[in-house]
């Protein structure tokens, strides 16, 4: 076992022939006009599922899609429809009901059966302890029918609702697969860094990039902040070098981007020029050019260049956020090359959060040309472990809780 896993039991440390599982599963996926959209985490829990069928484990899987009142707040039989393209299984339009217990001890070895969105039970998503979750009716009434527990649903790991954090309390616990892979990308890139180690942040919302970057500098691991997109911005106008937009909402996080200059010194990394819009088409110009009010899209050429030669000579690579606008081709180039960059760097790369693994093939690229690279399929929970901060469905999986 990798020194990154020593504290969890994995799929290897179980003999789960003829054993029920409950599985926890990510199957939460996009939602257009009323339709789920394969998304690579359905893929990803999917390999997990058919490895516990093919070792004759009975899987129950346990998942959710939406928020209760949201549009996306759907059952999941679509989700079976899609899962069924890469698994045999069944479902079942029930979660702790008869017709779902029944289910359950019906199973035969191998077979697989998805429940309905664990949501929908209001138990769920109470706020309590795990020793409270366990002593719900969620999990009183399924654990007795299961051996075992494996949560591979990394991307819900940062919350402590019943079916992540109930019923390791009273079941043999592990993480699956996907779950695996990013435990140990995640500790190696934020516990076990080799230097130099470069953060790339982008996105658009500065108050999470901050707080990655305060924790960072604490940390004294960190030699380079590559800053782009509104964060970029940001820094900008707190040095004075391009105008700063008439909006009041942006004061506080200027003023913190200032207080952090002062404390980071030459680490912090922003854009020395940009691409900007003239009549539907990308034209760069140097950021000192920058009108009031002017538009930002992405980064220019130059600071492709200073960004990808700082890429290249660093061993440790953590991304958060494209470079830009990179839904549209015209300003999807400064994504895309830094991609290129860490894709032909030696470095170990950890990209994660936001719309940074969407963002990989829509500028055309693939996951699989980005060696010694780890794309995270997670947001919340990818952002808490940068932080250094506990996660509950993470801490009730340890050996010793």
Do not use: W
């Not at 029930?94 to 191998?110: F, S, T, W």
């Not at 516990?191 to 004294?220: T, W």
Request: one cysteine or more; charged letters at 30%; glycine letters at 8%.
């Amino acid at each position: 076992m990798s020194e990154e896993l020593k504290d969890f039991l994995t799929l290897d440390d179980f003999d789960v022939a003829g054993k029920t599982v409950l599985f926890r599963a990510d199957l939460n996926s996009v939602v257009i006009d009323g339709k789920v959209q394969m998304k690579e985490r359905i893929v990803e829990n999917a390999r997990t599922i058919r490895e516990l069928s093919e070792k004759n484990a009975k899987v129950v899987i346990l998942a959710h899609q939406g928020r209760a009142g949201g549009d996306d707040f759907l059952p999941l039989e679509q989700h079976a429809q899609l899962l069924a393209t890469i698994v045999e299984l069944t479902y079942v339009d029930d979660i702790i009901g008869p017709a779902a217990r029944e289910a359950i001890k019906n199973l035969d070895k191998g077979d697989v059966l998805l429940l309905n969105n664990v949501r929908m039970l209001a138990e769920e998503t109470l706020d309590k302890t795990p020793e409270e979750h366990a002593k719900s009716i969620f999990v009183r009434r399924l654990a007795p029918l299961a051996d075992i527990y494996i949560n591979d649903a990394f991307s819900v790991a940062h919350r402590a609702h019943a079916s992540v954090v109930g019923f390791p309390m009273v079941l043999d616990a592990g993480v699956g697969r996907l779950m695996e892979r990013e435990l140990g990308a995640l500790e190696r890139a934020v516990h076990r860094i080799e230097r130099p180690c470069v953060y790339v942040l982008g996105g658009v919302k500065p108050e999470e990039v901050f707080d990655i970057i305060d924790f960072a500098l604490k940390s004294r691991e960190v030699d380079s902040i590559l800053t782009s997109s509104l964060i970029g911005n940001i820094f900008l106008y707190a040095n004075g070098i391009i105008p700063m937009k008439v909006d009041t909402r942006l004061l506080e996080s200027v003023s913190r981007a200032k207080r952090i200059l002062e404390q980071a010194g030459n680490k912090i990394i922003y854009p020395e020029d940009v691409a900007i819009e003239v009549e539907g088409r990308r034209e760069e110009v140097p950021v000192e050019q920058v009108k009031p009010n002017q538009p930002i899209y992405d980064i220019g050429e130059k600071t492709i260049e200073t960004y990808s030669g700082i890429i290249r000579k660093a061993r440790t690579v953590i991304m958060k956020g494209p470079m830009g606008f990179y839904e549209n081709d015209e300003f999807a180039k400064g994504t895309r090359e830094i991609f290129k960059a860490i894709s032909n760097s030696d470095a170990f790369s950890l990209l994660g959060g936001g719309h940074t693994s969407a963002a990989i093939s829509e500028v055309g690229m693939e996951k699989r040309e980005m060696a010694h690279t780890h794309v995270s399929l997670a947001g919340g929970a990818f952002l808490r472990y940068l932080l250094g901060k506990p996660l509950p469905g993470i801490e009730v999986l340890k050996r010793e809780k």
